[in-house]
């Protein structure tokens, strides 16, 4: 399922992109959800506590007080992987938007045969992005997060928390299934505790630093982690 956010300070054009897509996904037999803005600065606040749950975003340039532009600058600046399309009256200004990485450009009101390859364009360009995420499921949410954000996971019962440097996410899940699908650039230090390798500052006695926090190191890992921790930091 896509999560598809537009942002346009004009209700009928986000009504119009809606309808529009929705027609589109609907001959694609893929399923969307819906993210309404009506303007960038309730966008970048929604995402404050939200990072990761958006797949692909239409940003409307000429909005009122944060233009399209730099709400897609300060987008970009908290979430590399997103996918941008701007929607605009004009087309001046277009090649602008390479600086953050766009996707593409749209002329309002867009057409149905210019939807349909900018949804095929997202949808690869998010299958090249999951090779470098890790995605969970919590409830009815799936996040993406980018693995050079991940400091560590920590498991508690059946929860699993990995925890980045500007906020966490918790689902339900076993530590062991994770560090499998993970592979060897994450650390196993504890029975509760997965690094990622690149992540760790440094090794005191029995503890790691990762992010400013000491995690335990278990007798039962120490071997195993100190020969992983000492290879991630001579491939640097």
Do not use: N
């Amino acid at each position: 399922m896509l999560r598809i956010g537009i942002c346009d300070d004009v209700q009928e054009a986000r009504f119009a992109l809606r309808c529009a897509l929705e027609r589109v996904l609907e001959r694609q037999s893929e399923e969307a959800a819906f993210f309404e803005f009506s303007g960038g600065e309730g966008l970048l606040r929604w995402l404050d506590s939200h990072a990761g749950e958006l797949d692909l975003v239409f940003l409307d340039l000429e909005m009122g007080e944060l233009s399209g532009m730099e709400t897609a600058r300060r987008l970009r600046a908290a979430d590399d992987e997103v996918q941008l399309v701007f929607m605009t009256g004009h087309a001046e200004g277009v090649f602008e938007g390479y600086s953050v990485g766009a996707l593409g450009y749209l002329l309002k009101p867009p057409r149905e045969d210019q939807l349909e390859p900018v949804l095929t364009r997202a949808r690869a360009a998010l299958c090249r992005a999951l090779e470098q995420a890790y995605v969970c499921r919590s409830g009815d949410v799936r996040y993406r997060i980018p693995l050079e954000q991940i400091l560590y996971f920590v498991s508690d019962r059946r929860r699993v928390t990995c925890v980045t440097a500007r906020r966490e996410y918790t689902f339900y899940g076993k530590l062991d299934e994770v560090a499998a699908e993970l592979g060897g650039e994450f650390v196993r230090v504890h029975q509760r505790y997965l690094v990622r390798a690149a992540a760790v500052e440094r090794i005191e006695g029995a503890q790691v630093m990762v992010g400013g926090q000491a995690l335990p190191v278990s007798r039962s890992c120490r071997e195993q982690a100190l020969l992983a921790l000492t290879r991630a930091v001579l491939e640097e």
